[in-house]
């Protein structure tokens, strides 16, 4: 397909690469890009760490500069929402009542930062973080000598920990499963965090849960916990996970589950419509499961794929999972799935700031990890991807190079 109109719907960083992916691969026709957000599209990982910490400003997060993305002659409409799909007419319905006909349409809606349901959620000083302007208001309530409460011990909540400790503040983080980082990481590097952040002066609570947030009498406010605590603070982060924004596709009948139901063509069970990055759902040889991943690498791989599957070129999304997180001094990263069910074999000593854990499974390495050890992981990656079969002994022997596995 090398003209008519490529709708996408999101202008964050699966629906950025998706347009310019278009653009890269030749296709001469109308790309109108739909987000509701006033910004150019840009990458959110800064936000919890630089952008937070006001080491960058926010315009560095944008992925083209704006004179390259305005080359690329793209129907960019900021501050506009989808509101519905008429995929019998191949309609694409906007706020403000315009309708956008469609040969193909991507949908990178992403997702929202999910909720707290509980009493005072909603009051002054409780803060979640998605978008740039959500970085801005918590980043203004970050300073030092003031006490942050953080509930979720997922990612976002940790770097945003780092964050704030770094900058003086007294933090505590609660969390409501038994260990940090549950649904991603096994035990061993759940164990790692805790230590890390309680070193760093944070008060982790884990296996409890926040009943409801008051405003203080000193104009903070007061959380409740499950177990009976109560805890001061001046201002409060929700990380507790995201919601998929998959409703466009849920009312116009597509099959979603926990998001939009895509193949390794991203393709939805419409044809016409594919869908990338944290709003879809797909069959991850790698996890050997359905799944949404929500990561940078994902974003901008799903985002590339799609919009070369929408102009039929042929793809097949799989690709290795890779998610890093920085916090302090450490930089880590996890390439493939861990699971507890592997077996673990550690290269290095644990309890220094690097070092690579290793996950087999029946003698190959299906996934790695580690603490600043950025180099021994690229040839971790290549174990991974090879599905090299390695032997345990030499894979911890610091004195055989990986190079040579
Ligand atoms: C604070 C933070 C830190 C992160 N750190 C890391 C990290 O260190 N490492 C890592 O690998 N990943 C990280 N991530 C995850 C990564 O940023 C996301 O996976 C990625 O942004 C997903 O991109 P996306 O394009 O799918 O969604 P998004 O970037 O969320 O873009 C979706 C866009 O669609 C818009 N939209 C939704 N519905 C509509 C509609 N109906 N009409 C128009 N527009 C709509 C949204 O407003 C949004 O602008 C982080 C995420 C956050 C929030």
Redesign the pocket.
Known sequence: MSTGTIAI???????GWAAQTLRSEGFAGRVVL????PHRPY???P??KAVLSGDAHADTTHLLKPEAFDALGIDWRPN????FIDRAAKQLHLTQGEHVPYDKLIL????RARRLNIPGADLPGVFS??SIEDAAALGAALSAGKRLLVIGGG??GL?VAATARKKGMDVTVVEAMGRLCERTVPPEISGYLLQLHTTHGVDIRLGTGIEHLVQSARGGLTASFTDGHQLECDAVLVGVGLVP?DE?AREAGLACEGGVRVDSQCRSSDPDILA????ATWHCEWAGRRMRL??????QEQ?IAAARAALGIAVNHQPLPW????QYEVNLQIFGMPTPAHDVVVRGDRNSSSFVMFFLDAGKVVAALGPNAARDLRFARRLIERRTRVDAAQLADLQVPLAKL
């Open positions: 719907v999101g202008a964050g960083q699966a629906g739909i987000g509701d957000e990458e959110r990982p936000l919890s506009v929402g989808a509101t990178c809606s992403g997702g973080l998605r990612w976002i770097e924004n466009l990338a990055g944290d709003v929500e990561s940078w690498q994902n974003a985002g998610f890093w997180s920085d």
